[in-house]
Every structure is written in C-alpha cells, then in structure tokens.
C-alpha cells in the first residue's frame, strides 16, 4: 500500500461510520484534501460537513467530486460493512484505483508510532477511550482512533502532543485486526460474537491468537486473566482482573459520593485512592485495564488519578440522559448478551430497588439468530422490556428471523411489549417507567432527543400535579 504521507487526497466509503470518520477526521487535521459518501444523513456526518469535509448521501459516481476520481495522488478508503454492489466501489475499481480497507490504512499509520491496539468483543471503546484520555495529559501526547465519542475530547479523533503514543481499536469484525501490528496490545474479551464470519467460536478465538502473534517482538500483552495466558513468543505478558489476584487487580473497592473508590495493585506496588465515576463492576475492569496500561508505558501515578478523576466517559456507553425527580433516563451501545448483562448490572446497583424498563433493538440478522437464547436471558433482567424490530445493517433479512424469537424463549414473555419505534412513546405512556433504558448498537440513538422531550413534559406534569394537590 502507498504510505499516506504521499497522498494528497482521501476519499471514504462509509465515512459516516465511527472509526472510518476518525481517519476522515485525522487527514483532515493533516492539511489533506478528504471527501465521502454514506447511505444515511446522521449527526456524525453532520458535524463531518461542519467541519468542512463533502459528504453525499446517494450511490452515485457522478457525485464523486472530481478531484477525488483522479488515479494519482488520491486513496479511497472503504470499510467492510459497505455492500460489495456499491456502485461508487465499482467505479474507483473500473478506473484502477483498487480501495484499501480502513484497517490496512490504520496499521499503516501506526507503525509510525509507539502503539496500543484494543482487541476484544465488547469493551474496547470503554478501555481505548480511557486510556487515550490518560495518555493525552501525559508530556509525550496520544493520537487515538476511538469506535465511539469521548465526552471530554467530544470526538472519536484525540490528537495531542509532539511525541504520542497512538491507541486504535483493534476490530475482529471481518478479521480486520490482523492488519495491525502494534507494539502494545491489551485484550479484554473474547465472547462469541460475528458467527456470521467466523462460523464458530473456537475459529473466532484462534483469530484472536493470531492477532496476539502480530504484537511486534518486545512489546507488552495485558489479557484479562479469565481468558488464560495465550502461548507467544518474545512478549511480556501481563494479566488483569477487576478484583480477583492477577499482575493488575482491584482493592478496597467501595463507593463514595456515588463513585468507586480503589487502589489499584500493579506489579511495582499500589497505586491508591483511584476514583472513577462509572458504576458497575464492567466499568472497573475497563478502568483496571486501561490504567495498568497506562503505568506500563510510564504514566506517573498523579497522571493517572487526575485522568481517572476527570474521565467522562464515552457517548452511549451508560450515557446519563435524563435524571430529574424520581426519573432516569440512561442509553446504552450494549449489542451482545453479555453487554446487555453488564449494562443492566450496573444500573440495578446504581439504583437499588428500581424498576428498570429496556428498549432494546436487535443489531443483525445473524447476531439474532445466533444468540437469540443469550438475548433472551439477559433481557429478562428487565422488569419489563420494550422489544423494537432488527435492525439489518449490512445484511439481508434471513427466513424465519425476527426479534419475536428472542421473545419466545424469554422466562416471561409476558412483560415484553413489541412494538415500532415510531410506538414507543404510546406504549411507555401506558407504564410510567421509574428507570429508562435505551440498549442497541443500530438506529435506535435517534430515538434519544424525543424520549428526552417526553420525560420533560411527564416530569412537569408530576410537578404541576403535585402543585395542584
């Protein structure tokens, strides 16, 4: 692949996708001329346009600026989740400029710097963007490539510093995670998940072996402990856990002021008095994981407080939407069943006693279909649940696959309400929910401003009511 640094423009196909608009957004930094299409107008692609980057939103090669057609001195990025069909694919094919795959394009910018790639089914937006945050009050900097938005940067792009470090989000989605070769790695997870690429788990699993095995020679693993010290060759590796004994673990773990309190056990001592305002034992084994990293690279112990301190979070991961008298609005990215554990978890300790009712969307036909059993235990966590349509995605609907089978094997199908998205405000009208839950990977954040817009004005009729009596 020709290095970037020699390309003067980049066009994206899918560059309204979360890590596709990221390098959008770094080329952009870079003075590069940058251009792109995608199917659907979203915010994201909304703030791609005010920050001046051309976005069309048809299939349409006649709407590729001109600049961007020309075979010298252009790149075209395109991201696996694009349907082969796409028309505007074919054309840049038919001229001879054969599009790289966001992930050979990331590998490439990386091995231009010290590297932390975040490999995992679930946890690797929560780990990459926290440590980013740490890395980026550190002197030496970070560049960071995030699959979601950090609250304190307010992008999925973190650019600082003269030296920095860079952290990406490793993806096993289509086995792109093997494009990389980065001198760190930490891996958090590996659920079965993308059965539709990976057939089954334990193919899934040796994916992750080789991705492990393209950490470059010296370089660090830090591997959550339950999923076992993999067999690599010239590799430190290191193990971490939320509270069990390992290289890196948590002590005296408590809640003050509605935050958890921890020492963090390193391999050189303690670091003590850690405070971080996330709930659930999910978000302290993010935090674990990302701190430790963080010490192995050098952070000094102050950095890492403060950073912890001061970490917001990232945009639809346990995103406090809503919270006014009695009422709690929360959403959440959570897509696979353990996600959706862990999500619910957390808010049943954070609110005790609660009634918790989830709006759940079904992300892939596949996915559903796969683990539906899965799904179905988890959401019966739920008090009650509010079940929307699948959201397709890049695929094509499968025979006999809908979200009324993860319906039927749940323990009482009878608190789970099936409806249209345009219906959730008549149906939660019905149930006056204490707890609000928004869960799902697909379209369903559009839904947020107006289920805002309706707890304000239920809020203010409980107020009015209460003024009356």
């Not at 395109?78 to 400029?97: H, I, N, S």
């Not at 790639?117 to 560049?143: D, P, Y």
């Not at 673990?249 to 405070?275: H, K």
């Not at 696979?336 to 036909?365: D, M, N, S, W």
Request: hydrophobic residues 35%; aromatic residues 8%; glycine residues 10%.
């Amino acid at each position: 692949m020709i290095r970037p640094e020699n390309i003067n423009g980049f066009y994206f196909l899918g560059i309204g996708g979360i890590g596709m608009s990221a390098l959008a957004r770094y080329f952009r930094r870079k003075g590069k001329a940058v251009a792109g299409y995608d199917r659907t107008r979203t915010p994201l692609t909304d703030r791609l346009e005010a920050e001046g980057i051309p976005v069309h939103y048809t299939d349409d090669p006649g709407q590729i600026p001109p600049d961007f057609q020309r075979e010298e001195g252009v790149m075209v990025v395109y991201t696996p989740a694009v349907p082969k069909g796409l028309k505007e694919l074919q054309f840049f094919r038919d001229r001879g400029m054969e599009p790289v795959k966001r992930a050979e394009l990331l590998g490439s910018i990386s091995d231009d710097y010290p590297s932390v790639a975040v490999a995992g089914t679930h946890g690797k937006t929560s780990v990459s963007t926290l440590l980013s945050h740490i890395l980026s009050k550190t002197g030496q900097g970070c560049l960071a490539f995030l699959g979601g938005i950090s609250k304190n940067h307010g992008s999925n792009l973190v650019m600082t510093g003269t030296q920095p470090v860079c952290v990406l989000e490793a993806d096993e989605f289509d086995r792109s995670f093997l494009h990389l070769n980065p001198g760190n790695a930490i891996v958090t997870s590996m659920d079965a998940d993308h059965l539709d690429i990976y057939g089954d788990h334990s193919t899934l699993k040796a994916a992750f072996a080789e991705f492990i095995g393209k950490i470059k020679p010296g370089g660090r693993l830090l591997i959550k402990k339950s999923l076992g010290e993999p067999k690599a060759g010239d590799l430190k590796i290191y193990t971490y856990s939320a509270i069990d004994n390992a290289s890196f673990f948590a002590e005296n773990v408590r809640r003050e002021e509605g935050r958890l309190i921890f020492d963090l056990v390193t391999p050189g001592g303690r670091i003590g008095n850690l405070s971080l305002g996330l709930p659930g034992m999910a978000s302290l084994e993010n935090a674990v994981a990302s701190c430790s990293m963080a010490w192995l690279l050098g952070c000094p112990q102050e950095t890492i407080r403060k950073a912890l301190k001061e970490f917001k979070g990232v945009r639809r991961r346990f995103d406090l939407q809503f919270q006014k008298g009695n009422i709690v609005y929360i959403d959440d990215y959570a897509h696979h069943p353990e996600e959706l554990k862990a999500c619910i978890r957390a808010v049943r300790e954070t609110y005790p006693g609660r009634k918790i009712t989830g709006i759940f969307q079904p992300h892939l036909y596949s996915r559903t279909r796969d683990f539906a059993g899965g799904f179905a235990e988890s959401l019966d966590l739920l008090d009650t649940c509010i079940l929307l349509d699948i959201y397709p995605a890049r695929e094509e609907p499968v025979p006999g696959v809908n979200a009324d089978i993860i319906r039927n094997r749940m323990s009482a199908p009878r608190k789970v309400i099936r409806c249209r998205k345009e219906e959730i405000t008549g149906e939660l009208e019905k149930l006056s929910p204490e707890i609000l839950l928004t869960l799902g990977a697909g379209d369903i954040d559009t839904q947020v401003e107006s289920l805002k817009e309706w707890l304000e004005k239920r809020y203010k009729n409980e107020i009015h009511g209460r003024d009356l009596a």
